[in-house]
């Protein structure tokens, strides 16, 4: 992530769930590279959004979202990519399209959210709508935790 130290402390750890998404596209890219199986890819992805990337969404949209409002245009965009992803991760059909998708359309949603969204969001929120979020933020699982590693190259 290029700008860690602009983001104010409140919203560090989704910046850090937002680098764990970054590294999410790039194995599936790596997988997808490497000719690993789609179903095999399908599993960590599956776990990934389980374990990981649902919470956050549900985080961003219950706590972070609400400071701009949702006739905001960013926070609209926002929730319309959740949604778009949401189905590419869910979807049990056309596997490989479906990896495809979230590989490019994850890195820019995240991108969209840490250089244009959350920018605003920090420059708008009062000191209570920060603090609100820095301790309503749950700590999620570690998404390096899955063992296996398709994306490192002697484990094919
Ligand atoms: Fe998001
Ligand atoms: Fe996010």
Redesign the pocket.
Same mark, same amino acid.
């Given at each position: 992530m290029p700008n860690p130290i602009k983001r104010h402390t409140a919203l560090q750890p =989704?910046s850090r #769930? *937002?680098h764990h998404?970054l590294l999410l596209s790039w194995k599936i890219r790596e997988g997808l590279n490497r000719d690993i199986k789609p179903a095999r890819i399908k599993k960590f992805t599956d776990w990934f959004w389980e374990n990981h990337l649902q919470q *956050?969404?549900e985080f #961003?949209e219950k706590y972070i979202f609400p400071i701009l409002g949702e006739d905001n245009k960013m926070v609209k965009r926002?929730i319309k990519e959740h949604r778009r992803l949401k189905r590419f991760f869910t979807s049990s059909d056309r596997i490989a399209i479906n990896l495809s998708l979230i590989e490019e359309e994850l890195v820019a *949603? =995240?991108r969209f #959210?840490e250089r244009e969204l959350f920018n605003f969001i920090q420059e708008v929120a009062d000191k209570d709508q920060l603090a609100l979020i820095e301790l309503t933020h749950q700590k999620i699982p570690n998404p390096e935790a899955w063992e296996d590693e398709f994306w490192v190259k002697h484990k094919h």
């Open positions: =989704i #769930e *937002h998404g *956050h969404f #961003e926002a *949603h =995240i #959210e």
